[in-house]
């Protein structure tokens, strides 16, 4: 009975959120991962929260794991299968921890307590966090390889910067209407796996030929001048 309960109570917060974003109200969807009392009051002393993004883990990115905005990993063990995320999406987490006899590299194991997804309604160029999710190589556009994360911040000064696989970059970039561009670009350290260099010159090499942009929903997309998407990068948050 008691199992019945919580899976009528998770399905109204999913058919409540639907609501929300076909009314395009802001809101925010809150996922209660209900564990037993006496876990809770057990674990009181160990409950921790952080801020930060979802990303897939596994060899297929098979399953959801988060990145705090303080570089730790984290797997949760109790999601249910009917949570809807997307990848690089901002969360707030309540948890505690998990088994910790599971933890085989730096991916600290959580049971997730409570789970809040911002929703925006728009997004500026500048002073937001954009995750890229597809690049234009020589051939159609792909997916970014599970375990590759690659970032991009505006700042209202002409300068960017970002996480690209195997390094940091800055640089500076100007725009005017739907037009930019981008000089300067810069590594600040090298470091991360050989087989991501390609990828990260790749990436480095599309900002340069970039000469428009077009900001839809919560996509940002970075094009030539023949207005060919090279890049694409969701939304992951707001700066300031």
């Known amino acids: 009975m008691a199992d019945k309960k919580d899976s009528l109570s998770f399905l109204m917060i999913i058919l409540t959120i639907l609501i929300i974003i076909q009314s395009g109200v802001v809101g925010l969807l809150v996922l209660e991962v209900l564990l037993p009392a006496k876990h809770r009051e057990a ?18 990115g098979c399953y959801w ?4 905005d303080d570089g ?5 063990l109790n999601l249910p299968d ?3 995320l997307s990848e690089g999406q901002r969360v707030e987490v309540t948890a505690i921890p998990g088994d910790l006899s599971l933890i085989r590299t730096s991916v600290i194991p959580i049971r997730v307590i409570q789970l809040i997804t911002p929703i925006a309604e728009q997004f500026s160029l500048i002073d937001t966090r954009w995750i890229l999710e597809t690049m234009q190589g020589n051939e159609p556009l792909q997916s970014i390889p599970a375990g590759v994360r690659i970032t991009l911040i505006f700042r209202e000064n002409g300068t960017f910067s970002g996480i690209a696989p195997a390094n940091q970059y800055t640089g500076i970039y100007t725009h005017t209407g739907q037009v930019i561009s981008f000089s300067g670009i810069e590594p600040t350290s090298r470091a ?6 390609d990828i990260e010159e790749q990436y480095l090499s599309s900002l340069r030929n970039t000469r428009l942009f077009e900001i839809r929903d919560e996509f940002l ?5 023949h207005q060919r998407t090279l890049l694409t990068f969701r939304a992951d948050g707001v700066f300031t």
């Open 192 to 197: 991360g796996s050989h087989a991501w260099y």
């Open 65 to 68: 794991g988060f990145i705090a």
């Open 72 to 76: 730790r990993w984290y797997l949760p």
């Open 43 to 60: 674990a009181a002393d160990e409950v921790f929260s952080f801020s930060g993004s979802a990303i897939r883990f596994g060899q297929d």
């Open 221 to 225: 997309h970075l094009m030539d001048e």
């Open 82 to 84: 009917e949570v809807m």
